[in-house]
């Protein structure tokens, strides 16, 4: 059995802009950096193997909270949103015509304009998943997390969400070969001493 530790990268401009980001590499804002700095890994997570998307938010929230540069995998990209990346949210669900839906609206074909649905997302992660040798701490992105999250707790991306990504916390999941299990209750990161 293999834990696998899920952390959300730190706020970006556009995160607080309310812009998808997708693919677009935008770096972490001051603000984020700084309350980043703050915080580490909780025991036994500061000893895991540690991995992050390429994206630079997510190779920096790692590097600021183990204190060591993370191994990198493409797997980790966030969902590619196409069309819509840098656009906001907001706007896109005002438009009738535009397509958005709301997460609980999904299901796994659910697909951005040019974009990648959360069933496509899944075939790369799964994969990657399985082949992990060791407990593991992945620093990605919420679509990545939702996805994975789904995955374990049998979510088909229709009703209310059984879970609430937040940041600086870890989500943990139990990947064993009888199947996932997602623990209730995600680890808070600690406060650097």
Known sequence: MIQLALLRHGHTEWNRAGRIQGRTDIPLDAEARAALAALCLPAPWDRADLT??????????????????????PALIEMDWGDWEGQRGIDLKANPDSGFRDIEHWGWGYTPPGGESPA?????????????????????????????????????????????IKRNRLYLIKIDPKGWHAAATPVRLETRV
């Open 52 to 73: 992050s998307s390429p994206l630079s938010r997510a190779v920096e929230t790692a590097e600021l909270v183990a204190g060591t540069p993370p191994q990198t995998d």
């Open 120 to 164: 496509a997302l899944r075939d790369r992660l799964v994969p990657w998943a399985h082949g992990l040798t060791h407990n593991t701490v992945a620093v990605c992105h919420i679509g990545v997390m939702r996805v994975l999250m789904a995955h374990a707790m049998g979510w088909n991306f229709e009703g209310e969400p059984p879970f609430q």
